[in-house]
């Protein structure tokens, strides 16, 4: 399924059931953080759109039309995986938190709350930080192939990248429709 349409989806039944959730987060942020934005912030502001954005430019479908083709187009699609970069070293950093008090993005049964998330990565921050380096090393591919104006290479990472997103997300967020699927 296509990044952005698996998003889409994720996003739809977050917001469906939204209501359902009123936790808040127990970890203090460390002081050490270069920035104090949450795990869930770095991927709705940053992560998100951005990957959205470079994977939609050299269409996973293929279809040529749509890839970068001129400087321009090439010099926008950078941009995006320059923030993309930033924010997959941000993502490394310990300490992060989930989330600030109250979000909401439990769906029971299915997603985990912020609190079950934090354990789940403070009891495995290895593969944690492993997935979060994966997307940062496929970030820099990303870079060196839109500058090398490679879009079949652009196209191959693109796939990659949607594995590191999918890899983290069943062991950390939903774990359990993972589970549930064996
Ligand atoms: C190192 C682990 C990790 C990687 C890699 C990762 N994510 Fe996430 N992502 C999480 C965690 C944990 C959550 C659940 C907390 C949250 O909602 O932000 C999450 C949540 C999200 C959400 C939902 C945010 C919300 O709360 O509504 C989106 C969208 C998202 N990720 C997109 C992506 C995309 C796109 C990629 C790959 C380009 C990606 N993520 C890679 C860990 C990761």
Known sequence: MPLKLKF??????????????????????????KSSETIQELMLSLIAPTSDGIWDSANRSGIVEQQPQT????AAVRQQAVTLLDAAERLSE??????????KFEIPGIKKS????????????EIYFRYAQQLQATAE???????AKNATA?????GRVDDTCEQCHKTFWYPNQFESKQ
């Open 154 to 158: 652009l196209l191959e990472i693109g």
């Open 8 to 33: 889409t989806l994720i996003v739809l039944s977050i917001s469906a059931i939204a209501a359902c959730t009123q936790k808040s987060v127990i970890r203090d942020q460390k002081e050490n953080l």
């Open 141 to 147: 591919e990303t870079l060196a192939a839109i500058d």
């Open 71 to 74: 400087n321009e187009e090439w």
């Open 94 to 103: 310990g300490g992060r938190r989930v989330a600030v008090k109250d979000s």
């Open 114 to 125: 912020p609190e079950e998330i934090q354990q789940l990565i403070d009891a495995k921050p």
